[in-house]
């Protein structure tokens, strides 16, 4: 900061690193696995991450689905 009270834009963007540095919600990486924990109970009593149900439903939902189509490709013509 100079004399007359004018900040320069390296100190704010030094400043702006240090507020957003610890915040969870800027992280793309910690955001995107707290969208796919569990709402109610993101870790178990074992310290373990618990993914959510619907994250549970989509990937059954998705096996299944290639089950399916490796066994009419595959294996259904016998």
Not at 38 to 43: A, I, T, Y
Request: aromatic share 12%; glycine share 6%; hydrophobic share 45%.
């Amino acid at each position: 900061m100079d004399a007359q009270g004018h900040v320069s834009p390296a100190e704010v963007r030094t400043a702006l690193r240090l507020i957003y540095r610890d915040d969870p919600e800027s992280d793309l990486q910690k955001a995107f696995l707290r969208s796919l924990e569990d709402e109610l109970k993101p870790v178990d009593a074992k310290g373990r991450w618990k993914p959510s149900a619907f994250l549970i439903l989509v990937f059954s939902l998705f096996c299944s689905l290639i089950t399916i189509f490796f066994y009419f490709t595959l294996g259904g013509h016998r």
